[in-house]
């Protein structure tokens, strides 16, 4: 039996909490390897909706569910993503849930100086304004607070000083006041009991758990097209959000992460800025806004929408080593006269078949479709595949061929069970 785990293969948003969720039931473990709570799953589950950010999405399921350390931690969102899902009947304790001890928190320091750079730019990123870059920047200067700091005080006092020493000049520099760092440890001394009840060596459970030939299910944030190495840089989030981040940021061995899943919606959207060479601003690209509900889950903002990009796809699963991939969103493009796959790039007097590295290039991409026939029939709640009709099968079968991997799950609506299992990814 193969751990299983799923990436992004787009520029996130492509359904990855269905996907999970519907996993989870097949799973042991569930486990976040990067990111924050700048990205969010939604999970339908018999009409209910659940709402997360950093919680995994297994501790719907009751599944032990753990935050690894290359996530970076918000410990007030945390308490009050608990207290949240509590209220929807699902009781987070910590035989549920592990935190790993040596991820970083995100302080509120943090959320300034994000919201303060991004105001102040003129070339907008796009980020959500919640600490979670100068997290990261904190973490690989070697200045970072962590989860286990909560359990020294007298140790965290000048890991405090010495983090506000650098953030100083960055505050006054954007008209920020200074920091104070008697207030901040009284904030973080507070949440202590409450974030430290959660805490314990992550690697170890994992490990404990691989031996025990449990099945665990590594999940994503974001995806791969944000990626800070493999994206659209400089419009990428802070952490690497590519399937080979699953064995760093959860603890765990290179071969801990098993078979990759990449999540590929139908089509395209991103949030934010950046380039986007399929984006469509007429009526086909209202409709998959309309129909899509393409709406960010913790941020409101809505989401740029095109056409299915193969050539960003086929890249994607070359860099995570996709084995195959979850289709999503597939009921999205019911009553489209005309579909459009783009299969390459023209950029000046160059076609190309990649994304290539250079930001102007990128901006400058014209893409090259390959139309197909659209559908009038709907695929909305198909469970099977016999039950798609024959262009919609079409569609299907060319983007296998085009990005260069199997579809190994096929979802027709947000609901758990409106799932068509081509293959199980826990078969490897």
Known sequence: MANVTVVGAQWGDEGKGKIVDW???????????????NAGHTLVVDGKVYKLALLPSGVVQGKTSVIGNGVVVDPWHLLTEIGKIADQGVNITPDLLVLADNATLILPLHRDLDQAREAASSQKIGTTGRGIGPA????VGRRAIRVADLA???ALKPKI???????????RGLGLPDADAGQLFDQLMEIAPQILAYAQPAWRVLDQAKKAGRRILFEGAQGALLDVDHG????VTSSNTVAGQAAAGSGMGPKGPGYVLGIVKAYTTRVGEGPFACE????????????GREVGVNTGRPRRCGWFDAVLVRQSVAINGIDGIALTKLDVLDGLETLKICVGYKIGDKVVDYLPAGMRDQAAAEPIYEEMEGWSESTAGARSFKDLNANAIKYVRRVEELIGAPVALLSTSPERDDTILMRDPFEG
């Open 280 to 291: 469509l601003s007429d009526e086909v690209g209202k409709h998959l806004a309309t129909v």
């Open 232 to 235: 659209t840089y400089p419009f």
């Open 136 to 139: 990261y920047e904190d973490k």
């Open 161 to 171: 000083e010495r983090l506000l020493s650098h953030h100083g000049a960055l505050r």
């Open 152 to 154: 020294d005080p007298e």
């Open 23 to 37: 996993l989870s039931n097949r799973a042991d473990v569930v486990v976040r390897f990067q990111g924050g709570h």
